[in-house]
């Protein structure tokens, strides 16, 4: 698929490539610099705004001692 880039440097994505990744007006894309001369579009899916309140807050506070071990652990299952 071809599009032409206009005088602003826009540039209209084909509505196959729209359809494909659902985007609506108004959604963001990223622009993807690949090895070699290829981009990649890429839906932006959310932002740290929308996903504020998603992870729920501790019920109780953690210490230093109780995350570092918490790493450990997590550290030594990857090994």
């Known amino acids: 698929m071809q599009a032409t ?3 602003k440097g826009q540039v209209t994505v084909p509505k196959p490539i729209r359809d494909r990744l659902k985007l609506k007006p108004g959604d963001r894309v990223d622009f993807v610099l690949d090895s070699g001369d290829e981009v990649r579009v890429v839906p932006v899916t959310a932002s740290v705004r929308q996903l504020k ?3 729920p807050k501790p019920r109780k506070p953690v210490t230093l001692e109780q995350m570092d071990d918490a790493i450990a652990k997590a550290y030594a299952r990857r090994r």
């Open 5 to 7: 880039i206009t005088a």
């Open 53 to 55: 309140g998603m992870v």
